[in-house]
């Protein structure tokens, strides 16, 4: 738990996996009042080596927070990346991911909810050198009277033959003031890849509402099954299963009850 006072001296992370190591690990990073603050993170994945990490975000709204992760993976280096935002009332977050060894693979996964005017500015990129590596960005969120840019990139550098980039981003709206904009791009200087993206804005789905009411749930009910049923499938791979209840509690449990104050 990483409780942080706003203006205050901004921390600095530099960690280092070695040659085939196993971490798992879970940052609960946490701000109260009014103010600015910032924090770094420099991640180095050695050979062989396979990390597990789940970062919580939250922080009052009237506090702006600004993040930046970095890593490196070196060859057959595996990285699970997850992110849960719930604040503060400005969150930039920047995550660049550098595959430099052959066969490296990493995962980032990108969850939030954002309610009372919140904003979120979330860039997450992967840049392939090595060859035969993979990477998949994911970004997915719920938004209620708030705002959200999601920005993703994967860059195919020339050695990275036999590379694989995907990026996803889901957004879902829960009312008329929610606004969510996603900007996928591709960089490609190696004809012998495969890259691809996908990007999706909407609303609960009425067909489906629909189905869950003649199943005899109320409308709000069927809302929150939606809703969990959006989640729930990131939420359940999250390593250390330790950190799953939190992230029920942040995204799930927290909307649903925005849902019962209506």
């Known amino acids: ?26 940052i609960n990073y946490e701000t109260d009042g009014f103010g600015f603050s910032t924090e770094f993170v ?11 990490i789940t970062e919580i975000r939250r922080g009052s709204l009237n506090h702006t927070l600004y ?7 070196g060859h057959n ?5 997850t992110q849960c935002d719930t604040g ?21 996964t990108n969850l939030f909810y954002g309610n009372e005017d919140r904003e979120f500015d979330v860039s997450l990129e992967s840049h392939h050198t090595g060859e035969n590596t993979y990477s998949f960005i994911r970004s997915r969120g719920a938004l ?11 860059r195919i550098n020339k050695p990275a ?18 606004n969510a ?26 067909e489906q509402l629909f189905y869950l009411k003649t199943r005899g749930y109320n409308d709000l009910h069927a809302k929150k099954l939606l809703i969990e049923g959006f989640f729930t499938p990131f939420i359940d791979r999250v390593k250390p299963e330790d950190a799953r209840s939190h992230l029920r509690d942040l995204l799930v449990n927290n909307i649903q009850s925005d849902l019962d104050a209506d």
Do not use: M
Not at 67 to 73: C, H, K, P, Q, V
Not at 161 to 178: H, I, T, V
Not at 181 to 191: F, Y
């Open 1 to 26: 738990h990483t409780p942080v006072t706003p203006n205050t001296p901004s921390p600095h992370t530099t960690s280092k996996l070695p040659t085939h190591a196993t971490a798992t690990v879970l």
């Open 42 to 52: 420099d991640l180095h994945v050695d050979e062989g080596a396979t990390a597990h």
């Open 67 to 73: 993040t930046r992760r970095e890593a490196t993976l």
């Open 77 to 81: 280096a595996t990285l699970h990346w």
């Open 88 to 108: 503060s009332g400005l969150l930039t977050n920047f995550t660049k991911t550098h595959l430099l060894g052959d066969n490296a693979e990493s995962r980032t």
């Open 144 to 154: 209620r009277s708030a705002k959200s840019t999601q920005r993703g990139l994967v």
């Open 161 to 178: 033959f036999d590379a694989d980039g995907y990026q996803k981003a889901d957004n879902l709206l829960l009312d008329e003031d929610a």
């Open 181 to 206: 904009v996603s900007i996928p791009d591709l960089e490609i200087r190696n004809p012998e890849v495969q890259c691809s993206h996908g990007s999706t804005v909407s609303s609960l789905d009425d």
